[in-house]
């Protein structure tokens, strides 16, 4: 229903249970979003122009919007919450405790000593967020067209990894593509270098 806002920044306040609301003005309207405590680090300045992602939940008591800082962060945000038992408080923990990066990244190479970092999520828990989303980003992943394509230096398994994971990330499957081309020319890496290791380096390259 709602994509995203796009409007004025007009405040933010800490509330009970650590939660953090933002109130954005869009067209003479002011829109409450919770989002990950961590996205007020990125804010602009109270009244500067902001736009925020968007997922609207109705419950029959209320309506809750959540927002957050990127398409990628919000679609996982959305993943998050189709898994059994992770309700949105609780998605919003494990965005906020541990990023959209390691958080995908944790979950595509089944890490589960990282995913259990966030508070109440337990072994178990750790392990059917891993298991379901791994298959969803999967079957993301085929559509994309990028398994089709080997890259020089690499194993089949540890390129579907770091492709998964870049790929949640938010960034293209031509992006990937180049990325890994140019990654496999990189001497310090090699298809027995875990698959942690080459998405740090993908990553820093995407980022420049």
Known sequence: ???????????????????????VEVNNIGYDLQIPPRMM???????QSIQVFTHLQVREDQWILYGFG???????????ISVSGIGSQLAIALLDTLGIADLVQAIVTGNMKVLIQTPGVGKKTAERIALELRTKLAEWHQRSGLSTTATPGLNPALQE?????????????????ATLTSLSQNTDLSADTDADEWIRQAIALLSQ
Not at 70 to 80: F, K, M, P, V
Not at 161 to 177: F, H, K, N, Q, R
């Open 1 to 23: 229903m709602l994509s995203y806002l796009k409007g004025t920044l007009v405040g933010v306040q800490k509330i009970a249970n650590g939660r953090v609301i933002l109130t």
């Open 70 to 80: 990127s398409l990628a962060e919000r679609d996982l945000y959305r993943q998050l």
């Open 161 to 177: 990894d770091i492709e998964m994971t870049l790929l949640a990330l938010g960034y293209t499957p031509s992006e990937v593509m």
């Open 41 to 47: 680090q990125q804010l602009p300045t109270i009244g």
